[in-house]
């Protein structure tokens, strides 16, 4: 395929991820949503839908901080990576080397690597861990070493299976810190952060940028409504789940783990990183790296991380190969964010299945989103073709009706089982060449979603 109609590829799959991520956002009843992505070197899409704080009526916008969590591990395992290249230490020395105080104790015979993988066998969080939600703070460096140095955190001899563990990436904070001889927070952000310029990403609660922050909030799995939930120090945790950001420079950041940009890691670090070392789960996918999980979506392998703090879910994927990023953060504890992300491999999956028409006939003015009774139904323009998609199931590309003009109809080549194949939609235009009134392939009469309305049977009392 020429760069061409990659570019224009992309270009119809992000008018479209725009409505569909402006459609979920109300939905799945999340209080805001922001997204990026980050392709031909630079940013190509960035957007934020409903609210930064709900009682307060301010609206979510790309400059709003979200509290992003364990991608705060990628953060540390790029940490690690430029102290080896630097030679101050190395993946298989034993992290007591840097961390005296575990001498004797069984973690303290655990490597660097070991921690990295999630292959240490410790705790994900130690046997009291109410911080998660709120009842207690945080621990600091000395309540950090007390859990550390206790016997029942280490669970499982080291490579035995993948263990995530938040106490294994708090202790490589440490090591951090022992081999740059500084404080955590300090190196990163001056190694990692401010080399790439970025001022919309930190290693922990800013409290003098509060009022940038996107209020967080609480599921509605288990009370009708929402409320907001304080932001909260991370302390000697920072290191696993500290770091704030928004989605533009989240995406900026990753790409500087693209192949050929040399910027915080040399190519052969990164590949160690991406490496899909562990099984995460019984399928053969995801997978985790070092610092790194690994995902399939279709045929593309997918490196990022997630995370997720009280009142904050938050999503980041990137296709190395392709040079493309994407983040997207969410401000409920329940937020669909990794849902969000994937929605976009997805439709740029169904733009690029089929050759790109040469001379694509004028197929704009059939698209938009279309509403009945039943639901709503989206008519997209991907890839130079015609699909309908149902934005409201998780992967907007599932089960497509391929759809080929003929005329002011659209025809049904390719109805996925949905019992529509060879019927058509039929389209009228008013005077400025809209859509009018639309018969679906079931016959059934949908309207343009801005002038929808139900049957009058329907709402009688």
């Known amino acids: ?72 591990k990628t953060f540390t395992a790029t940490a690690v990576f430029q102290l080896v290249e630097q030679g101050r230490l190395r993946l298989d020395d034993k ?43 945080f621990p600091d460096r000395d309540q950090l070493l007390a859990v550390l140095r206790q016997e029942s955190t280490a669970v499982l001899r080291e490579n035995e299976r993948f263990m995530y563990t938040n106490l294994g ?47 967080g909030y609480s599921a509605l799995s288990y009370a009708p409504e929402r409320v907001p939930i304080e932001h909260v120090d991370t302390r000697a945790l920072a290191a696993a789940a500290g770091f704030f950001g928004n989605a533009r420079d989240l995406v900026t950041y990753f790409s500087a783990h693209l192949p050929g940009d040399d910027r915080l890691l040399t190519d052969k670090s990164k590949r160690e990183m991406q490496h899909p070392l562990w099984q995460t789960t019984r399928d053969d996918w995801p997978r985790y790296g070092l610092g790194l999980d690994i995902a399939k979506t279709g045929d593309r392998q997918l490196f990022g991380h997630g995370g997720g703090y009280p009142g904050h879910i938050t999503r980041s994927m990137v296709d190395g190969s392709a040079g493309i990023a994407v983040s997207v953060l969410t401000n409920s504890i329940d937020g669909p964010a990794g849902q969000l992300a994937e929605g976009f491999f997805r439709l740029l999956d169904l733009a690029e299945s089929k050759d790109r028409p040469a001379d694509p006939a004028d197929l704009a003015r059939f698209t938009g989103r279309y509403a009945n009774v039943w639901g709503v139904s989206d008519i997209v323009l991907l890839g130079g073709r015609l699909y309908a998609l149902d934005p409201a199931q998780g992967n907007p590309a599932d089960r497509p009706i391929v759809l080929e003009a003929d005329g002011d109809t659209l025809l049904v080549t390719d109805d996925s089982g949905a019992g529509t194949y060879r019927q058509r939609y039929r389209f009228t235009f008013d005077a400025d060449g809209r859509p009018d009134t639309i018969r679906g392939a079931h016959g059934l009469l949908i309207q343009p979603i801005d002038r929808f309305t139900l049957p009058s049977r329907v709402t009688a009392p």
């Open 95 to 137: 992290v007591s080397q840097y961390v005296t105080e575990l001498v004797g104790a069984p973690l303290g015979e655990r490597t660097v690597r070991e921690m990295l993988a999630h292959a240490g066998g410790i705790t994900r969080d130690s046997d009291e861990a109410d911080w998660w939600q709120l009842d207690t703070t």
């Open 169 to 215: 990436y708090g202790l490589l904070g440490l090591v951090v810190e022992a081999a740059a001889g500084t404080s955590y927070t300090s190196y990163v952000r001056t190694a990692i952060v401010d080399k790439l310029g970025l001022s919309a990403l930190g290693p922990e609660l800013d409290p003098a940028r509060l009022t940038e922050y996107a209020a």
């Open 1 to 72: 395929m020429s760069d061409a109609s990659d570019s224009e590829n992309l270009r119809e799959v992000l008018a479209y991820y725009d409505t569909w991520l402006a459609f979920n956002q109300r939905f799945l009843r999340v209080p805001g949503v922001q997204a990026a992505v980050y392709a031909g070197n630079g940013i190509a899409f960035s957007a934020a839908y409903g609210m930064a704080d709900v009682e307060d009526d301010v609206p979510l916008t790309e400059q709003h901080l979200f509290r992003i969590a364990s991608h705060s």
